[in-house]
């Protein structure tokens, strides 16, 4: 076997680290990036080293350059982000000692009452962010791929084009025969479109964009940060209370409470950012169930395919998680069925590599 190469953010810790190898924890488990994490000099900080992972999906918008900017910028306006160190002319991110919230069966768990208020706090120092306040954080996306401030419309239509191009129509090669038998098609987006037209206009502010259980983090006095800023982006600040509880699975008397304290929060710090909340919401709502179709797809399917071989023990589970996501998603995309459990199980079976000897009664 060869010996495996040394990635740059493990060279690059062990470069900070001045040489302890031995202080250095990691890679971390992540998705989109190898991180490290290790004391610096003294012990008296810790940061984290990364680097995106080669040959992955990105199945979600980034619209800055620079994390590490952004979180700079944010300095002094957001209670408890990480904060950044320089080290040997370069920027690292403090990490954050800590327990994220409660995630293990996380379907409808419900959200300590301390968590929950600092949550509501987070969300009204969001609502003073204002476009011009970031502006100066270097942008991937030109100035004419950005929707005009209120165009919530414009704003929605950007991330449906991204889905529409860099996730289905990007993937459709490997992907479009089982997208097809599942029942979801380029016309889908069409559906999805006429679905969600007619956004009220909102007065547009930062977003974190990706406000699920792993991204708070509670340290040992209660207090809850927020990390991972890197889907972070400038639009309708419904967009990020809908994407929030689409993430959380909050249980639904909370969810109400949140939707219920987010408006109060967000109409004191910016007035007419809740405007149309009530049928706007569940528009925003259906969106983030549309895109978790196209999303979820790639990623169940890639996820028996890892490793040697297929894993064939997974598939039942894959086909009701699927199944879960396409029920919830067939008024948006206006499905004409949802596929059965075996339906799922044998589509996502036949594009697997070796062929499985055991016989179909195994999928059910």
């Known amino acids: ?68 900017k952004l979180l700079r910028t944010l300095k002094g306006e957001i209670t408890r982000i990480p904060e950044v160190l320089d080290v040997a002319g370069m920027g690292f991110q403090g990490f954050i000692e800590g327990r994220t919230l409660p995630i293990r069966h996380w379907a409808g768990r419900y959200v300590p009452d301390a968590a929950f208020d600092q949550i509501v706090s987070f969300f ?13 954080v270097p942008r991937r996306c030109e100035l004419k791929d950005r929707a005009a401030d209120g165009d919530t419309d414009g704003f929605l239509e950007r991330l ?32 999805l479109r006429k679905r ?30 927020t990390i991972d800023w890197e889907l972070a ?8 209370l809908a994407t929030h509880l689409y993430l959380m699975r909050y249980r639904e008397d909370q969810q109400r409470s949140m ?10 710090a910016n007035p007419g950012g809740s405007y149309g909340m009530e049928e706007d919401l569940d528009l925003l709502l259906d969106f983030k169930r549309a895109q978790s179709v196209f999303t979820d797809v790639i990623r169940v399917s890639m996820s028996l395919s890892e490793g ?18 396409l029920e919830a998603a067939a008024e948006p995309l ?17 594009r697997q590599r070796p062929a499985d000897p055991r016989p179909d009664s195994a999928l059910t």
């Open 160 to 191: 449906i084009v991204f889905i529409e191009d860099q996730v289905y129509k990007k993937n459709l090669e490997a992907f479009g025969d089982l997208f097809e038998e599942l029942g979801v098609t380029s016309e889908s987006f069409t559906r």
């Open 233 to 240: 982006m400038v639009g309708d600040p419904l967009y990020d």
């Open 124 to 136: 009204r120092e969001m609502a003073r962010i204002e476009p011009a306040m970031v502006e100066s």
């Open 308 to 325: 040697a071989g297929s894993d064939w023990m997974a598939l039942p589970w894959a086909a009701w998680k699927l199944q879960r996501v």
């Open 1 to 68: 076997m060869p010996p495996r190469t040394i990635s740059d953010a493990r060279q690059l810790a062990a470069e900070v680290s001045g040489g302890e190898s031995g202080a250095i924890k990691g890679p971390l488990k992540g998705y989109h990036h190898e991180t490290y994490v290790l004391p610096l000099a003294g012990g008296t900080q810790i940061v984290k080293v990364r680097e995106p992972r080669a040959e992955i999906l990105w199945f979600d918008r980034r619209c800055f350059r620079s994390e590490e």
């Open 196 to 225: 969600v037209s007619g956004l009220r206009r909102r007065p547009f502010r930062l977003l974190h964009a990706d406000l699920h259980r792993k991204n708070f983090i509670v340290d040992s006095r209660g207090q809850l940060w």
């Open 259 to 268: 939707a219920g304290e987010w408006r109060r929060v967000v109409e004191v």
């Open 334 to 350: 206006d499905l004409a069925k949802v596929p059965s459990h075996r339906e799922i199980a044998a589509a996502l079976r036949s």
